[in-house]
């Protein structure tokens, strides 16, 4: 059984792509989203098809099985408790969760996430890729075989933490989104990043590596709709708490404590900080 824990955008997009490929899904969700799912299921939507899926759902993790765990990292300390002694694939965004889930779990497996995914109605899912849904690459073999049979392009590789690198720095414009700030600052970001992780000592992936690693690739349109931003913008649009310290603010951290300037990124920080009109 895979027991999804956070099944927002990532979490029951993963899951349902797994439930349609025969495995045992549930889904732990919360308020109006489990509500929904509970009373009408999860409809999931790509730009070629959609279904919407009977589910199994629940409010903690209960039993033995895989967790697919996908919850936003200032969420993380409330729900280590449930991961105590179990083996646990880690689809967030960031680079320190892999590290706090070590601490209670038997079995911790990092990996890269690129799949632009949507939530913003409860018991719905958009997975805007096309032609394929995105990729999920992880360090085990077993666990990128099942990735595989729900239709997702993934590979097991031991430079997972240099791949997880890079989709970190493409994360830090979900700041700029929020923000409505120009794009021509998209490429000063990233390279801020760069910096920031070569005076780490740290090993990455480029961007363009990256970019090459998912192939071709392009945002669909589904029944009409555009996406309307990353999961940062999303966080946004629905004044939810936003993810940025531990991404933006994650190499603010690594910047200070290595002696590189994070002059972009701490204005980001300063400015999503600030109170909004």
Request: proline fraction near 5%; aromatic fraction near 4%.
């Amino acid at each position: 059984m895979i027991q999804v824990l956070g099944a927002g955008a990532i979490g029951a997009g993963l899951g349902g792509l797994l439930q349609r490929a025969g495995h045992e899904v549930t889904y732990i969700a919360r308020g109006e989203h489990l509500a929904a799912m509970r009373d009408h299921g999860l409809l999931l939507r790509t730009p070629r098809w959609s279904e919407r899926l009977t589910v199994n759902t629940a409010t903690h993790v209960e039993g033995d099985g895989l967790v697919l765990l996908a919850v936003k990292s200032h969420h993380l300390d409330a729900v280590l408790p449930q991961l105590v002694g179990r083996r646990v694939l880690v689809c967030m965004n960031g680079l320190e969760n892999e590290d706090r889930v070590a601490e209670v779990a038997s079995q911790v497996h990092p990996a890269m996430v690129y799949v632009p995914s949507q939530h913003m109605v409860p018991g719905t899912v958009d997975l805007h890729g096309s032609p394929h849904v995105g990729v999920v690459d992880t360090d085990d073999e077993e666990l990128a075989v099942l990735l595989r049979s729900a239709g997702l392009d993934s590979v097991a590789t031991p430079d997972i933490w240099a791949w997880k690198r890079a989709k970190a720095i493409t994360n830090l414009c979900g700041a700029l989104q929020v923000l409505g700030r120009h794009f021509n600052e998209v490429g000063p970001l990233m390279d801020e990043g760069q910096r920031v992780f070569a005076g780490a000592g740290l090993q990455h992936k480029s961007v363009a590596e990256l970019l090459d690693r998912v192939g071709a690739f392009e945002l669909g349109l589904i029944e009409g709709e555009e996406r309307v931003g990353g999961s940062t913008r999303q966080d946004a649009l629905r004044s939810r708490p936003l993810e940025s310290a531990w991404l933006n603010g994650h190499f603010c951290r690594m910047g200070l404590e290595h002696g590189v300037p994070t002059p972009i990124n701490d204005a980001l920080m300063a400015a999503l900080q600030a109170p909004r009109p």
